[in-house]
């Protein structure tokens, strides 16, 4: 099972753009890259999934080198309403069978 | 469109006492799962069913069982409650297939044991 590392916390004034890494060092040749999302006293919400180079959607981008070891989430010029956890998650064709969201990563965007 | 449902919401049990948390979901997903959060942690994979009639364990199954009740259907039960799972439980269900990874959540129950 690919074991993820992010950072624990981050801040960002509103209007920046934000970037979190994700390292991913033994991810599998057929595992994806999936971020989540979760506000406090809800569950997690899908954001954002790739294989490869570069997806963007209308909330977010993620980029993944061709090493695939790591992956950044991007999130354009954030609002208060995007403080929130970020979860990275690496597993095969969308099975989420035995993985953990482990801690993830604490954005506060800050006014 | 109601998604993932989870019942109760909130409850609250003695030491012993035995429940069944309720899932339902209605987007015809193949697999679903039940995780719970204890505060300012991730979720952590308690059991999970790929599919209806199957089930296995997760990273944390101690003193859980689990029924796919059918398709649409996901129960969790605890035998015998102890503090030590006090905590929120999130039910998910999701259809896995290569490039396609979305999971559904419910809003989440959140269980004190005293």
């Known amino acids: 099972l690919a074991k993820t590392t992010q950072p624990i916390s981050m801040d960002s004034y509103e209007g920046q753009e934000v970037n979190i890494t994700c390292s991913h060092n033994?991810?599998?040749?057929?595992?994806?890259i999936t971020w989540y999302q979760q506000f406090p006293s809800q569950g997690p919400r899908f954001i954002i999934q790739?294989?490869?180079t570069k997806v963007t959607n209308e909330v977010a981008s993620l980029f993944i080198p061709a090493d695939r070891k790591s992956s950044t989430l991007s999130l354009p010029r954030v609002s208060l309403s995007d403080t929130a956890v970020y979860y990275c998650l690496v597993d095969k064709s969308g099975g989420y069978q035995k993985v953990t969201f482990g801690t993830g990563t604490k954005l506060q965007v800050i006014p | 469109n109601a998604g993932v449902t989870q019942t109760p919401k909130f409850q609250v049990l003695k030491t012993g006492q035995s429940m069944t948390l309720q899932c339902a979901q209605d987007m015809n997903h193949n697999s679903m799962y039940w995780y719970r959060q204890d505060p300012g942690m991730g979720l952590r994979l308690i059991y999970y069913s790929a599919s209806e009639g199957t089930t296995d364990k997760g990273e944390v199954p101690n003193g859980y069982n689990v029924s796919r009740l059918n398709k649409r259907e996901f129960s969790l039960r605890l035998e015998s409650a102890a503090p030590s799972q006090t905590s929120v439980y999130f039910c998910?269900?999701?259809?896995?297939?290569?490039?396609?990874?979305?999971?559904?959540f419910g809003q989440g129950t959140r269980l004190t044991v005293v």
């Open positions: 033994n991810i599998a040749t057929n595992d994806y």
């Open positions: 790739g294989y490869k």
């Open positions: 998910a269900s999701s259809d896995p297939a290569p490039g396609v990874a979305e999971a559904f």
